[in-house]
């Protein structure tokens, strides 16, 4: 049976109608903007102000925002470690963040203390050092150690450490082996991030004993005096 010229036109100005209709719908009808804008995961950082960082005005088409965009704006502020945004059909924009925390302490040369998390990121300043976070021994000022490879391993090291021994550090050095100095005068010698479950249990036996350095670096071999 041949077709109709008249019946192939109807079908496909339909077509271009629906595809128009959509279009519309998505990109020009104000019932598919944006309305809202929900922030999660902020506590050091204002909503207000990654709603900002984030700079999608209420009324933009939905369709028109580019999530991956928008998270790399948020991610420009200085506390903010990553963020994660996603479309809530049909008016509204979330926007996840995950801040910065502080694994060491550095002490500034005007007094105060800079909280420094793993990446060397100063996440804010402090008058006084946070009890239990241990003060990275270091020469170099918090406003240079982005990217440093001693606050990445000094990090790494506390990390893996037990709630026991973590507690009892109050400072860590990392420009040779990780060097800890706990609370009460003893130097721990830990060295990197191999064989921690192995270095605790042999450092949790040699606690009991009166010595004030102990070398754990090298499971199996340790050293104290």
């Known amino acids: 049976m041949k077709k109709s010229p008249w019946r192939t036109a109807f079908f496909a100005l339909a ?8 279009a519309w719908g998505l990109l020009g009808s104000r019932l598919l903007v944006v309305r809202s804008v929900a922030v999660t995961g902020t ?13 999608v005005p209420l009324g933009t088409p939905l369709a028109q925002v580019d999530p991956a965009a928008v998270a790399r704006r948020v991610e420009s502020i200085r506390q903010v470690a990553s963020a ?31 909280l420094v998390d793993a990446d060397g990121v100063i996440v804010r300043w402090a008058e006084a050092r946070p009890a239990g976070l241990p003060l990275l021994a270091t020469s170099v ?18 990390g893996e450490l037990p709630g026991w021994l973590s507690e009892s ?19 721990v010698v830990w060295g990197g991030t191999d064989s921690a479950a192995v270095k605790a249990r042999e450092l949790a036996i040699l606690m009991r004993d009166r010595a004030r350095y102990l070398d754990v670096s090298a499971p199996g071999t340790v050293v104290t005096r």
């Open 169 to 187: 550090v109050a400072s860590v050095t990392a420009s040779g082996p990780v060097t800890l100095r706990l609370r009460d005068g003893k130097t």
């Open 43 to 55: 506590n050091l950082v204002p909503k207000a102000e990654v709603a900002g960082a984030a700079d």
């Open 15 to 22: 077509g271009v109608g629906i595809i128009a209709g959509v």
């Open 84 to 114: 994660t945004v996603s479309k809530s059909w049909p008016d509204g924009l979330t926007i996840t963040v995950r801040e910065r925390v502080p694994a060491v302490a550095v002490r500034m040369a005007g007094g105060g203390y800079d």
């Open 141 to 158: 000022p918090g406003g240079e150690l982005r990217g440093d490879p001693e606050v990445t391993a000094a990090a790494a090291v506390l």
